[in-house]
């Protein structure tokens, strides 16, 4: 790849950085679960579980957190998740492509 062809890479990098909305980190999982009556459907064989419920999980401080979310939160939170999912690729793609070029800038001056 050319310096100028490495300059558009990048830039069209950033301007796909500009279309993303909130990221959020973190990942959703549904859940089905008993109820623990046992009169209920959940109960019965084959059982039949309550559910889908929504956890949203993701780390703050290095610790995991859970918390239970809506159908509509869930929504919300997965479209968040995917965006902060390509600004990590994004990101990761900017780097690569700096330490290509910034290697070749240094390598055309001369060391001390
Ligand atoms: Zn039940």
């Given at each position: 790849m050319g310096s100028s062809e490495a300059k558009a890479k990048f830039e069209a990098l950033q301007r796909e950085i500009l279309t993303l909305g909130f990221v959020r980190p973190g990942s959703l999982v549904r859940r089905w679960m008993p109820c623990?009556?046992?009169?209920c459907r959940c109960a019965a064989q084959p059982p039949r579980l309550h559910g889908p419920y929504y956890q949203w999980t993701y780390k703050v401080a290095g610790k995991t957190r859970t918390v239970r979310l809506s159908q509509e939160q869930a929504r919300l939170c997965q479209k968040w998740a995917r965006d902060h999912k390509r600004l990590k690729r994004l990101v990761r793609q900017m780097e690569r492509l700096s330490l290509q070029e910034t290697d070749r800038a240094l390598g055309a001056i001369s060391r001390p």
């Open positions: 623990g009556n046992p009169a």
